[in-house]
């Protein structure tokens, strides 16, 4: 795998977790003073699980395997 497209991959996995932080800080916060109305805990709380996952877990894992078999 390229150099360039190995950043590349660590950029995308970077921005995910770091919106992944972000939803669990809004998280994290909306039990101290609540959420304005019209949003629900449960869908916050979903789209950080598959952020979670999908986005910098897969991304990291993925970069891992490839340098792992050296493709």
């Known amino acids: 795998m390229s ?4 950043k590349l991959w ?6 995910s977790f770091l919106f992944t932080a972000m939803l669990g800080g ?3 916060y909306a039990f101290v003073v609540g ?3 019209g949003i629900q805990f449960r869908y916050l709380q979903h789209a950080h699980s598959h952020v979670g996952m ?7 894992l993925y970069i891992f395997i490839l ?3 050296d493709l």
């Open 3 to 6: 150099e360039r497209k190995l």
């Open 10 to 15: 660590l950029i995308i996995a970077f921005i």
């Open 26 to 28: 809004v998280l994290r």
């Open 35 to 37: 959420l304005p109305d």
């Open 54 to 60: 999908m986005g910098w877990l897969y991304s990291a």
């Open 67 to 69: 340098i792992l078999f």
